[in-house]
C-alpha cells in the first residue's frame, strides 16, 4: 500500500505517534516480517498488516496523514475502510485454523490418557460397523457405494442364488439318461416297480458335489469384501494415531481370515448334511412333486405309443424331444418318477443353502464386532510385536509437525489481529480529533 507524504512523494509508510504502540516499532527499528514462510495461503493477508506495522513513531502526541491530491480526501479514511476487511479475514483463518487444530487428537503423556483414547477408538469403530454391517446406515459414507455394505451383501448374496441356480441344467437330448444310468446300476434283487431310497441319494449326491464349489467361492468373495470395509473404518478411527494402524490392520485381516475359514468349514458341513440326508418338513416339496407327476400320463402315452409326436412341453423342462427315451421303457417311468422328485426337492435344497448361508454371515458378522473384534485388536496391540499401549504416547511426527504449525499460525494471526485493532483506534482517535 503505497501513501502520499506530505512532500508529493509516494511512500510505504506513514508517520504516527503512539507513545506506548502495540506490535509498533519505532523509528530506525527494523523487525522480522510477521509472515511466515511456513503459511503462504495467508502471506498477502499478512504482508499488508506487516507494512502497517512498521510505522515510524513520532514523540508528537498526532498521526500526520498528508491529503490525497487525486482522490481529495485523507489517507485515514482510506485506511478505516480497508481494516474492517482485513480484520474480517483474519477472523476467518483464525477460526478454520482454530477448528482444525483442535480436530488433531489430544497428546497423551500418560497410559491412562491413551488407554482411554483406545477404547474410546474401539468403541467408535465398533459403532460404525453395527450401523454399516448390521443396520444398513451408510450416512457416515454417503458417497462411496462400496460402503453400503447392506446393499452390497444383498447383491453377492443374490449372484451366487443366481449360480447355484443356473447349475445342473442338462442338455435335452439327455432328459432322464442320468436317472436311468443310477436305476440300471443300482437294480437287485426286490420288488419291481419300487424306487429304492438309495437311488434318489445317488443322484442327490451326484447334483450337490457339482454345486459345492458354489458355497464356498460365496463365503470367500463375501469375507474379502467385509475384509475392505472393516479396514476402511478401522482405518478411519484410528488416522489420529497412525503407531496404531498398522497393528489393528493386522489384527483385522487376522480376524477376518478366521472368520472366513469358520465360514468354509460351516459349509463344508452343511454340503456334507444335505448329501446324507434328504429331508424337508416344506408343504412345498409334496404340492410341487405333485403338480410334476400329473404330467406322467401323457409322458407315458407318448413312450407306449410309437406313432405320437415325441415333442412334449414339461412343467420345470420345457419343450423336449422324449424320442430317445422309447428303448429304455422298462425303465423309463421309474426315471420319470425320480426325476419329478428330484427336481421338486432340489428346489428346497437351493433355498435351503441360500438362506442358510444369508443366516449364518448375519450371525457371524454380528459375532465379529460384538465378541471377537476387541479381543484380536488388544491382543496384536500387546503382543510382542505390537508395542503395546505405551506406543500411543509416541505422538507421529506429521501430527507434530502440524500441530507446531497450527499453533505457529494461530499465534501469528492473534498478534495480527491486535495491530490492525490497534492502528483502528488510533485512526479513531484521530478522526475524533479533526472533527474537534
Given at each position: 500500500m503505497a501513501y502520499q507524504n506530505t512532500n508529493g512523494c509516494i511512500s510505504d509508510s506513514i508517520e504516527i505517534l503512539d507513545p506506548k504502540p502495540l506490535a509498533v516499532v519505532a523509528s530506525g527499528v527494523v523487525h522480522p516480517p510477521i509472515?511466515?514462510?511456513?503459511?503462504?495461503?495467508?502471506?498477502?493477508?499478512?504482508?499488508?498488516?506487516?507494512?502497517?506495522?512498521?510505522?515510524?513513531?513520532?514523540?508528537?502526541?498526532?498521526?500526520?496523514?498528508?491529503?490525497?491530491?487525486?482522490?481529495?480526501?485523507?489517507?485515514?479514511?482510506?485506511?478505516?475502510?480497508?481494516?474492517?476487511?482485513?480484520?474480517?479475514?483474519?477472523?476467518?483463518?483464525?477460526?478454520?485454523n482454530l477448528a482444525e487444530l483442535n480436530r488433531l487428537p489430544q497428546h497423551l503423556t500418560s497410559v491412562a490418557e491413551a488407554l482411554t483414547a483406545f477404547m474410546r477408538i474401539l468403541s467408535s469403530s465398533k459403532d460404525s460397523l453395527k450401523k454399516i454391517l448390521l443396520s444398513g446406515e451408510f450416512d457416515e459414507y454417503p458417497d462411496d457405494k462400496e460402503m453400503h455394505s447392506a446393499?452390497?451383501?444383498?447383491?453377492?448374496?443374490?449372484?451366487?442364488?443366481?449360480?447355484?441356480?443356473?447349475?445342473?441344467?442338462?442338455k435335452a437330448d439327455e432328459f432322464l439318461m442320468e436317472e436311468i444310468m443310477v436305476l440300471q446300476e443300482t437294480?437287485?434283487?426286490?420288488?419291481?416297480?419300487?424306487?429304492?431310497?438309495a437311488v434318489f441319494?445317488?443322484?442327490?449326491?451326484?447334483?450337490?458335489?457339482?454345486?459345492?464349489?458354489?458355497?464356498?467361492?460365496?463365503?470367500?468373495?463375501?469375507?474379502?469384501?467385509?475384509?475392505?470395509?472393516?479396514?476402511?473404518?478401522?482405518?478411519?478411527?484410528?488416522e489420529n494415531y497412525p503407531q496404531l494402524q498398522s497393528s489393528t490392520r493386522r489384527a483385522a485381516q487376522n480376524l477376518i481370515a478366521k472368520k472366513k475359514n469358520e465360514s468354509v468349514d460351516w459349509v463344508r458341513e452343511i454340503i456334507g448334511m444335505e448329501k446324507l440326508t434328504d429331508y424337508t418338513c416344506n408343504p412345498d416339496y409334496l404340492t410341487t412333486y405333485s403338480k410334476f407327476m400329473a404330467q406322467q400320463h401323457t409322458f407315458m402315452e407318448i413312450m407306449n405309443d410309437h406313432g405320437k409326436y415325441s415333442m412334449i412341453n414339461l412343467e420345470g423342462v420345457g419343450e423336449i424331444d422324449v424320442g430317445h427315451l422309447r428303448k429304455h421303457l422298462d425303465v423309463v417311468q421309474q426315471a420319470f418318477d425320480l426325476k419329478m422328485r428330484m427336481m421338486a426337492y432340489w428346489k428346497i435344497v437351493l433355498m435351503r443353502l441360500v438362506d442358510s448361508m444369508a443366516l449364518h454371515i448375519m450371525?457371524?458378522?454380528?459375532?465379529?464386532?460384538?465378541?471377537e473384534m476387541e479381543n484380536e485388536i488388544i491382543q496384536d496391540l500387546m503382543a510382542p510385536h505390537g508395542g503395546g499401549i505405551e506406543r500411543m504416547l509416541d505422538e507421529s511426527p506429521l501430527v507434530a509437525e502440524k500441530r507446531n504449525r497450527l499453533k505457529k499460525s494461530v499465534k501469528l494471526l492473534k498478534e495480527s489481529k491486535e495491530v490492525v485493532a490497534n492502528i483502528m483506534d488510533r485512526i479513531s482517535l484521530y478522526d475524533d480529533h479533526e472533527s474537534d
Open positions: 509472515v511466515a514462510s511456513f503459511n503462504d495461503r495467508i502471506r498477502p493477508l499478512l504482508d499488508c498488516i506487516d507494512k502497517l506495522r512498521h510505522l515510524n513513531i513520532m514523540q508528537e502526541d498526532a498521526i500526520i496523514l498528508a491529503t490525497d491530491e487525486i482522490a481529495g480526501h485523507g489517507k485515514a479514511s482510506i485506511i478505516s475502510k480497508c481494516l474492517p476487511e482485513i480484520v474480517r479475514k483474519i477472523n476467518d483463518r483464525l477460526a478454520v446393499a452390497r451383501i444383498v447383491e453377492i448374496l443374490n449372484q451366487y442364488s443366481n449360480e447355484l441356480h443356473s447349475k445342473n441344467f442338462e437294480k437287485g434283487i426286490g420288488l419291481p416297480n419300487f424306487l429304492p431310497r441319494l445317488n443322484v442327490l449326491q451326484r447334483k450337490v458335489k457339482e454345486i459345492a464349489a458354489s458355497p464356498e467361492d460365496f463365503v470367500g468373495k463375501l469375507w474379502n469384501y467385509l475384509e475392505r470395509v472393516v479396514i476402511i473404518v478401522l482405518m478411519y478411527h484410528c450371525f457371524s458378522i454380528r459375532n465379529m464386532i460384538n465378541k
